[in-house]
């Protein structure tokens, strides 16, 4: 008869696997303009100022800020405009005392100019002359020489997860190619004499094998690289096999195993015999994905996953994710979480976290989470899903009104 699994906390699971999670530290150079979601590899230097002259932030007149001091509405103060600052030209006017010059959002500041005066604080009185009702401090709405980005610091640092923002931040500073890691190779096997490939017609007894599209989408979000090993029989040479190949070919393997012990135990024999030190979870008190395992091989780590479609996916998020952005460098993985109030009750059991999807909607300016209930975590229910809420280890179920913690897809 085979042995039950001991179950422990999804906190001790991943405190367990995690220091078995190295970065693979392989790096390559790409174009800055195709490189978001992935991971710097060294720090970003400014390798000059930005700006790299003193610009304007508003469009309006540049000035010398002493001359607009006391100005207001029943007292104006009246400047000679000598002129207008020609976009994406050096600035060729120079001011002097009593004047001002035309300038507009972007533009170089005119030379003695030290402050802009905005456009709505001015009224033409004709088409040299104009009234400043409200004064300016020196400095204000100008954008100073590296004010932006000082020459030698540093823009992003190395396991930066380089968001859009941050392209265009690289680009301004000319950065047209960046050093990052390497994508994260993550093998997935499916096993199960069951399944047939979606493009087969399942005859009766079988069904359509999704895990492995499903789980290649998670990588893919992830900023991984799936690999796509096809189906296995539920026999423990051709899973050996394919695990093998697998270690050769990726960072990370995945199997997707069935439901059924027997399946689960020919995966554990299967891990536990490629090398050392092996399973380090079997169990985890979770609900859906308590027969995950959690396991290294020669320093590559392994993960276990239910069969149910579902259930994968939930284990999955919740352990490869973040163990793909671990092997990727990345030093501050990017957060999907929200805070919604449950519109109806979720029972539960004390000492196992359960995940159930819902489905999120705003009213009155409120976030609220509609749980969707079916069978087993069918995908059916994901799909009409925005995320899953957590309900904690220590709780007996979430009661309608209170605040729960989302997991976003």
Request: a neutral charge; glycine letters at 8%.
């Amino acid at each position: 008869m085979p042995q039950l699994f001991t179950v422990i906390t999804p906190q001790e699971a991943w405190l367990r696997l995690e220091p078995h999670l190295r970065p693979i530290e392989r790096v390559e150079i790409i174009a800055t303009d195709e490189a978001l979601g992935r991971v710097l590899a060294e720090d970003a230097i400014a390798p000059s100022d930005l700006p790299s002259f003193p610009r304007s932030v508003m469009d309006g007149y540049a000035v010398r800020a002493e001359d607009t001091y006391g100005a207001s509405e029943s007292l104006p103060a009246y400047l000679k405009v000598i002129g207008e600052v020609t976009m994406g030209k050096p600035a060729e006017i120079t001011l002097s005392p009593g004047e001002a010059a035309l300038i507009h959002t972007g533009g170089m500041l005119a030379r003695k100019a030290n402050a802009v005066v905005m456009l709505e604080n001015t009224r033409e009185v004709d088409t040299s002359t104009i009234e400043v009702v409200r004064p300016v401090a020196k400095g204000e709405n100008v954008l100073q020489i590296g004010e932006d980005l000082a020459q030698g610091k540093a823009l992003l640092p190395r396991g930066s997860l380089l968001r859009p923002q941050d392209i265009g931040g690289l680009l301004a500073l000319g950065i047209t190619k960046i050093a990052v890691f390497q994508r994260v190779r993550v093998a997935l096997i499916s096993t199960g004499d069951e399944l047939v490939p979606p493009e087969d017609e399942p005859k009766p007894g079988q069904i359509r094998g999704i895990n492995a599209y499903t789980l290649a989408s998670l990588t893919l979000r992830a900023g991984g690289i799936p690999i796509k090993l096809g189906i296995i029989p539920d026999d423990y040479q051709a899973l050996k096999e394919a695990a093998e190949k697998a270690m050769r070919e990726a960072d990370i393997v995945v199997i997707s195993a069935g439901s059924s012990v027997s399946t689960r135990d020919i995966t554990a024999q299967v891990i536990n015999s490629l090398g050392k030190p092996g399973i380090l979870v079997h169990g985890i008190s979770l609900r859906p994905g308590k027969p995950t395992i959690l396991a290294s091989v020669d320093q590559k780590p392994f993960f276990g996953l239910p069969g149910n479609p579902a259930s994968a996916m939930i284990t999955f998020d919740l352990f490869v994710t973040p163990s793909i952005y671990k092997l990727s460098g990345c030093s501050q993985p990017p957060k999907r979480y929200l805070k919604a109030k449950l519109s109806r009750n979720i029972p539960s059991a004390p000492g196992r976290e359960d995940y159930v999807p819902v489905k999120i909607e705003e009213r009155n300016g409120e976030l609220w989470a509609e749980p969707i209930f079916g069978k087993s975590n069918l995908i059916s229910t994901f799909i009409k899903a925005d995320g899953i809420a957590q309900v904690p280890l220590d709780k007996t179920g979430l009661a309608a009104g209170e605040i729960a913690l989302v997991r976003i897809f």
